[in-house]
């Protein structure tokens, strides 16, 4: 699973990261709306790496709740069809 992971982000990242330019307030396709989210993904990162010493204990606690928050989700939605 990683290594498909590292494939992925080594043949995709270099596209996501030279993406066009679009006008986020008005993204009409999936493509526009996929590069407005890594932009304010990018963005919010950023913020996060200038806190000190506890910085990654935040990151992480707050990844670990968010992926639980999508799991759920996702087994919800997969158990009502």
Request: with cysteine.
């Amino acid at each position: 699973m990683i290594r498909k992971a590292l494939i992925f982000i080594s043949f995709f990242g270099p596209a996501l990261a030279d993406a066009p330019k679009v006008d986020c307030d008005n993204a009409m396709t999936q493509t526009d709306r996929n590069i407005c989210s890594y932009q304010d993904y990018q963005a919010a990162d950023a913020v996060l790496y200038e806190g000190g010493s506890i910085q990654p204990l935040i990151t992480n606690s707050c990844l670990a709740d968010l992926t639980r928050q999508r799991t759920d989700e996702m087994r919800s939605a997969y158990q009502t069809y």
